[in-house]
T-cell receptor, first 113, second 116 residues
Framework: GNSVTQMEGPVTLSEEAFLTINCTYT??????LFWYVQYPGEGLQLLLK?????DKGSNKGFEATYRKETTSFHLEKGSVQVSDSAVYFC????????????FGDGTTLTVKP | GAGVSQSPSNKVTEKGKDVELRCDPI?????LYWYRQSLGQGLEFLIY????????KSGLPSDRFSAERTGGSVSTLTIQRTQQEDSAVYLC??????????????FGPGTRLLVL
């Protein structure tokens, strides 16, 4: 079956620190990969995505590269801000069955000033 | 409104009662999804609607759960004879259909269900 495994949290960093949240996947097909973010008191929203191998998704200073050889899609940011405090979810959807999205368990990030 | 809306935002019910949760997707989005998010857990896929195709119900946890989508727009998730383990946040999302995949899902604010 399909699965997404992401780094367990919570993660606590100081402002301007470097962030990595690991995400690996298993899929029976050829997936698209996503990072969604849930800010406190808000709904989930797309942060970035990549639809084929070696693509890099980027948004708001965050980046993730689709690595087929390591089945990974790690999220990185060079300098986090307090406003980045949120829960981050890695997800995949199979191109052949768009409805069956699989989400990771989420990683809670807290950035302290 | 421009986004996905869900109602009610909160629902408290007694064990054994039926509940209905509603989702209004973004206008023009042909795909609609229901997920369940239990405390501290990821999103559990429940059901997927795409246009006039038969829904993918493979994620529904038991036959107490059902969903329908009328007129290709509004969807209702019904839980019959609720149990305490049904307590969770129920999320709805919608998207355009992209044949090659990679569609972005737009989520509603969720319905927080508490079964006493």
């Amino acid at each position: 079956g399909n699965s997404v495994t992401q780094m367990e949290g919570p993660v606590t960093l100081s402002e301007e620190a470097f962030l990595t949240i690991n995400c690996t996947y298993t899929a029976t097909g050829y997936p698209s990969l996503f990072w969604y973010v849930q800010y406190p008191g808000e709904g989930l929203q797309l942060l970035l995505k990549a639809t084929k191998a070696d693509d890099k998704g980027s948004n708001k200073g965050f980046e993730a590269t689709y690595r087929k050889e390591t089945t990974s899609f790690h999220l990185e940011k060079g300098s986090v801000q307090v406003s980045d405090s949120a829960v981050y979810f890695c997800a995949l959807s199979l191109n052949t069955n768009a409805g069956k999205s699989t989400f990771g368990d989420g990683t809670t990030l807290t950035v302290k000033p | 409104g421009a986004g996905v809306s869900q109602s009610p935002s909160n629902k408290v019910t007694e064990k054994g009662k039926d509940v209905e949760l509603r989702c209004d997707p973004i206008s023009g989005h042909t795909a609609l999804y229901w997920y369940r998010q239990s405390l501290g857990q990821g999103l559990e896929f429940l059901i997927y609607f795409q246009g006039n195709s038969a829904p993918d119900k493979s994620g529904l946890p038991s036959d107490r759960f059902s969903a329908e989508r009328t007129g290709g727009s509004v969807s209702t998730l019904t839980i019959q004879r609720t149990q305490q383990e049904d307590s969770a946040v129920y999320l709805c999302a919608s998207s355009l259909f992209v044949s090659g995949g990679g569609e972005t899902q737009y989520f509603g604010p969720g319905t927080r269900l508490l079964v006493l």
